[in-house]
């Protein structure tokens, strides 16, 4: 595709890495060959455990069985938290910025150690115990990090659920997980607006009658309704000791459950382990974001999401370094909010999302021109394909050329990163995750499952256990089994499409349910989205296939244009022919269908499994709806679809 180019990572942020390309292969290749010693030396080096495990791993994909470093004993919050007390007590492990500009804080190590163990008390003294479900429903606060790191303390096992889904999505996730406490807050704050926890909660909860307590975190100070089985956290807080000592797990007791986002389907709830988990995400955030220490680390993911516990929480405060949490968009009150608190904080690795870098895209350089980035030195993507245009622009125009972007392809189900650059040892392509990390073999497959060599394109399968897989569905060992395993025996079944070019890197082509088929041409969306993000007018871009007489498929394009431009016949004819130069006419849009927004699940993802149903004209049935962030959207692309069949 003409769209390649290659980039090498700039000298500077080169020079010092952690992993060059030398010990990249060198590494890659024992972690495959001898794997128990590779991921011995890599549990000791980012994890303190209270007794060794008797069994490195113990996986078999025929029967979904997956076991690392069974018999060893750890503690996660021990490992965030106490270990670091001696050398980097008065540290910042969290800086916290609120959505309002002007409102932030910080907790050191050892400020954090106090709450967690206050907190941990406080949760015992009602009675929850080791491997007991607590679903936290929290904005992006410290109390969050709190929350789960307390629940880790303990051996009870969470459940969060992003602050920003309703009544109903809560109560069916409280009941599938039977939690049987929650900790919320009184209200959230986003985009200048508040969001209604404990509203919400009381809703959800006159459902769960299970549930005993719910520990309110006081945040904005609004008028909440009360009832018997409600407690303040700061009050609980205040009488609680701060003494609390972690609890010995195993390392394959679960540390947390937690819903995937819904882009495909009904969410799973995917269950993680301590150990596996903890050293996998801990590791990964050593070498994928190249962290030294005293470097400013901003994850923008929500901790309602896989980002945000591995890449937010875990991995960061396992290796003592210091991470923000933000509590609002990328647009308030303006669009350079995201730089702005770069600039404020003096970040150095910065960790954000496509949809985020598109929306900011769409806005214009303007809002880059007034901040000082200077302090950035790694730049991430994760959550979706990112298109090249996109890739471009973060580099040259957020980046100003001199950060590598990290594009990282991993899943909730991953627990952490799988394919992706590392710094000092990738050179870069836009629109690649590029390579696999250490112990991480995938394998494209065919249709009818057979494995793909070279240069090809199919589906992504991995065909070896890693330690931060998940162990299972909640509830359902078999669901876990037939979701992941039963497709291509003896491989995980990752449910992406993906390419590997000529020099072994990997392109995530798009979800397999969505490839799609044209006159016997097999197609990922995520091409064809590209193509049309280049051009200067549009913004985003989703492509799904309808059912066509002639071709089997056609292609749908839904397209959002930026800011100021209005739809044209002359600008589908140019549309039109960009796909036609950068792909082939094999693959220019049928129809295309101008989307002022496009429906995303809450987690910023294209959904575009309801865009299939609207080109399909199947608007009676959309499927289960209840992860999209704004269902209004779905209404004004219905009434203005293109195919009225
Ligand atoms: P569900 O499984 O419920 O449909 P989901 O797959 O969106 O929801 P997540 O686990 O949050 O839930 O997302 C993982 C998916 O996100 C991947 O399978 C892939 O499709 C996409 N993804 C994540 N990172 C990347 C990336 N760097 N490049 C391409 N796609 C990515
Ligand atoms: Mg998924």
């Known amino acids: 595709m003409s769209l390649e180019k290659v980039y090498d990572v700039p000298l500077e942020v080169a020079a010092g890495a952690h992993i060059t390309e030398a010990l990249y292969r060198e590494m890659y290749e024992r972690s495959i060959k001898d794997s128990d010693k590779f991921w011995s030396e890599q549990a000791e080096r980012f994890v303190d455990w209270f007794k060794p495990w008797d069994k490195v791993q113990d996986c078999d994909f025929g029967t979904a069985r997956i076991r690392w470093f069974e018999g060893g004993k750890l503690n996660v919050s021990y490992n965030c938290l106490d270990r670091h007390l001696a050398e980097k007590g008065d540290q910042v492990a969290i800086i916290w910025e609120g959505d309002d500009p002007d409102l932030d804080r910080t907790l050191t190590f050892r400020e954090l150690h106090e709450q967690v163990c206050r907190f941990a008390n406080v949760l015992k003294k009602h009675g929850v115990e080791k491997s007991d479900r607590v679903c936290i429903y929290l904005p992006m606060i410290p109390e969050a990090a709190v929350a789960m790191l307390a629940c880790a303390r303990i051996g009870a096992v969470h459940s969060i659920v992003f602050a920003g889904f309703s009544a109903d999505a809560l109560r069916d996730r409280i009941l599938d997980a039977d939690c049987r406490y929650v900790i919320c807050a009184d209200e959230g704050n986003r985009g200048g607006r508040t969001v209604p926890l404990k509203t919400n909660v009381d809703t959800a909860l006159q459902s769960c009658p299970n549930v005993k307590t719910v520990i309110v975190v006081r945040n904005t100070g609004g008028t909440i309704d009360w009832d018997a089985r409600s407690v303040w956290y700061h009050e609980e807080l205040a009488e609680a000791s701060p003494d609390c000592p972690p609890e010995s797990m195993d390392a394959e007791d679960p540390l947390f459950i937690l819903y995937t986002s819904g882009s495909t389907g009904k969410p799973k709830g995917v269950l993680h382990s301590t150990g596996g988990y903890l050293v996998y995400a801990a590791m990964t955030f050593q070498y994928v974001f190249d962290y030294r220490p005293g470097e400013i680390y901003w994850c923008t993911a929500d901790v309602g999401w896989i980002t945000g516990h591995s890449y937010t929480v875990y991995g960061p405060l396992c290796n003592g370094a210091t991470t923000l949490m933000f509590e609002g968009i990328p647009t308030y009150p303006a669009p350079d909010r995201f730089w702005r608190v770069v600039e404020k904080h003096r970040v150095n690795i910065f960790y954000t999302a496509p949809t985020a870098i598109r929306a900011l895209m769409a806005q214009g350089d303007n809002w ?62 836009p629109g690649s995750a590029t390579r696999p990390f250490f112990g991480i073999v995938p394998a494209i497959v065919d249709s009818q499952g057979n494995v793909l060599e070279g240069d090809c394109e199919g589906v992504l399968t991995i065909t070896r256990s890693w330690p931060g897989q998940a ?75 309808y059912p066509h007489n002639i071709k089997g498929q056609g292609i749908y394009a839904y ?18 022919q960009l796909v036609r130069k950068e792909i082939g006419p094999i693959a220019t849009p049928d129809l295309i269908q101008w989307a002022p927004t496009l429906p995303k699940t809450r987690s910023g993802k294209i959904m575009r499994r309801i865009l299939r149903k609207i080109a399909a004209n199947e608007i009676r049935d959309l499927g289960d709806i209840s992860t999209l962030a704004d269902p209004g959207v779905v209404e004004e692309i219905i009434q203005n679809r293109a195919n009225r069949s």
Not at 391 to 405: A, D, L, S, T
Not at 559 to 570: M, N, W, Y
Request: charged residues 20%.
């Open 471 to 545: 162990r299972s569905v909640f509830g359902s060992h078999q669901r876990f089994f037939e979701t992941y395993f039963s497709a291509y025996p003896g491989k995980y079944f990752t449910g992406d499409g993906a390419r590997r070019d000529a020099d072994g890197y990997y392109w995530i082509t798009g979800r397999v349910d969505d490839v799609l088929n044209v006159s016997g041409h097999r197609m990922g969306t995520a091409e064809i989205e590209s193509a049309l993000v280049l051009h200067d007018s549009v913004a985003e871009a989703a492509v799904v296939g």
């Open 368 to 429: 880059l021109e007034t901040t000082d980035r200077g302090s950035l030195r790694v730049l991430g993507s994760v959550g979706e394909p990112i298109n090249p245009e996109a890739w471009e622009w973060y580099y040259h125009h957020v980046g100003r050329e001199r950060c590598p972007i990290v594009d990282t392809w991993w899943q909730t189900e991953t627990g952490g990163i799988l394919i992706t650059p590392l710094i000092g040892a990738t050179r870069l392509k």
């Open 559 to 576: 397209v959002t244009l930026v800011a100021g431009i209005s739809p044209s016949a002359e600008l589908e004819q140019e549309l039109i």
